[in-house]
């Protein structure tokens, strides 16, 4: 069974750029049936889906936070990476990554989160 | 963006009874809609897809309908550890966009 785990400095200043990587076991990244994603929730709030990534490399992102973020790929390590750039006290949250079926575009699997602040 | 409206925001309810979660979509996404259960401190976990699958593993006593712009979860008959969020998201259109939750709690 596939298992995603965060990992990432859990504080980052403001105007710096927030980085997170998931790495992928019990499974390929490179499967052709399965996108990569990243979803993020304030505290005692909803979730946000922030983007998704294909492990041939084409990515797609929120607009409402488009110009900051940039997902990628590392097939050979089986990982994939979040950085978001300009980062403010509002992007402090709990950070997932997620496994996509492309099929229903569903969220199959999770990573457990990894909690970001952004603070200085 | 698509728009996920769910209700009610929050519901108290007993062991054993019926519970009726709705979402309701700004335009119609045919049958695209996921719900999830989030615990506290735990990842949210996929429930029902398309709308009225249940995922492999999730009990019985979950399902789903719905298609175009209104969707329900029910939970037959509410056990102990249903209490929790819940959360519908629409995979029809990025940005995919989930509803902002519905917390189930003990009445």
């Known amino acids: 069974q596939v298992q995603l785990q965060e990992s990432g400095p859990g504080l980052v200043k403001p105007s710096q750029t927030l980085s997170l990587t998931c790495t992928v076991s019990g499974g390929s990244i490179s499967s052709a049936t399965y996108y990569w994603s990243w979803i993020r929730q304030p505290a005692g709030k909803g979730l946000e889906w922030i983007g998704r990534?294909?492990?041939?490399?084409?990515?797609n992102y929120n607009p409402s936070l488009k110009s900051r973020v940039t997902i990628s790929v590392d097939t050979s390590k089986n990982e994939f990476s979040l950085k978001l750039s300009s980062v403010t006290a509002a992007d402090t949250a709990m950070y997932y990554c997620?496994?996509?079926?492309?099929?229903?575009?569903?969220?199959?699997?999770w990573g457990q989160g990894t909690l970001v602040t952004v603070s200085s | 963006d698509i728009q996920m409206t769910q209700s009610p925001s929050s519901l108290s309810a007993s062991v054993g009874d019926r519970v009726t979660i709705t979402c309701r979509a700004s335009l119609s996404i045919s049958t695209y809609l996921n719900w999830y259960q989030q615990k506290p401190e735990k990842a949210p976990k996929l429930l029902i897809y398309?709308?009225?699958t249940l995922q492999s593993g999730v009990p019985s006593r979950f399902t789903g309908s719905g298609s175009g712009t209104d969707f329900t979860l029910t939970i037959s008959s509410l056990q102990p550890e249903d209490f929790a969020t819940y959360y519908c998201?629409?995979?029809?259109?990025?940005?995919?966009?989930f509803g902002q939750g519905t917390k189930v709690e003990i009445k």
């Open positions: 998201q629409q995979s029809y259109s990025t940005p995919w966009t």
């Open positions: 997620a496994r996509v079926r492309l099929d229903y575009r569903l969220f199959d699997s």
């Open positions: 398309a709308a009225s």
């Open positions: 990534i294909h492990p041939g490399g084409s990515t």
